[in-house]
């Protein structure tokens, strides 16, 4: 197992928008639309942003969005505010009952 | 709404055995899967494995020789234990639900130095 590959790093000004990559291969990825995105607080218990490339938990902003092209998947945050500075991790399946976890992107609102 | 929280003893000297457990409160052990996950200083998260509710298990292939999870249904809690330790393993270990492919509930994780 492969870590996916994301950006170390994306930032923007409150109110724009930045998008995070994450990229892996046809086994994990490419391969199944179990893709799922986490935010990392220092401190805190992670929490789940989107899970199945584009769906959203309740109580998550419709500000967060998924979506997936072949071996990349992607994560939208519209909208930027001061609480989404946080790092950000892409999650996908791998096919039996096993997990591969991106590189992560710490989002940095300007 | 099921809360989960991670107990171990922070410090573990090289070649020894990690013992970690994750008690679960808000919902009962067996009626969901569940999850081990590390983060060492400065990496990304790694996939430690998966105990279903029926105890079965899933590891990844890096650290399925040293890593052992289970259930205990009376005490409403799962342990997981990682032998031969090495500095490699110091890290915050988290556990989560496993619902329907993703982690849906996670803990506030324990840090894990492993040092003499």
């Known amino acids: 197992q492969s870590a996916l590959t994301q950006p170390p790093s994306a930032s923007g000004s409150p109110g724009q928008s930045v998008t995070i990559s994450c990229t892996g291969t046809r086994s994990d990825v490419g391969g199944y639309n179990y893709v799922s995105w986490y935010q990392f607080h220092p401190g805190k218990a992670p929490t789940v942003i989107i899970y199945d490339v584009s769906k959203r938990p309740s109580g998550v902003p419709d500000r967060f969005s998924g979506s997936k092209s072949g071996n990349t998947a992607s994560l939208i945050v519209s909208g930027l505010q001061a609480e989404d500075e946080a790092d950000y991790y892409c999650t996908s399946y791998a096919g039996g009952n096993t997990y591969v976890f991106g590189t992560g992107t710490k989002i940095t609102v300007l | 709404q099921v809360k989960l929280q991670e107990s171990g003893p922070g410090l573990v000297k090289p070649s020894e055995t990690l013992s970690l457990t994750c008690t679960v409160s808000g919902g009962s052990i067996s009626s969901f899967d569940w999850t081990w996950i590390r983060q060492a200083p400065g990496k990304g998260p790694e996939w430690i494995g998966h105990?279903?509710?029926?105890?079965?298990?899933n590891y990844n292939p890096a650290l399925k020789s040293r890593v052992t999870l289970s259930l205990d249904t009376s005490k409403n809690l799962f342990s997981l234990i990682l032998t031969s330790v090495t500095a490699a393993d110091t890290a915050i270990y988290f556990c989560?639900?496993?619902?329907?492919?993703?982690?849906?509930?996670w803990g506030q994780g324990t840090t894990v130095t492993v040092s003499s």
């Open positions: 105990i279903g509710r029926k105890g079965n298990t």
């Open positions: 989560a639900t496993d619902y329907n492919f993703f982690l849906n509930v």
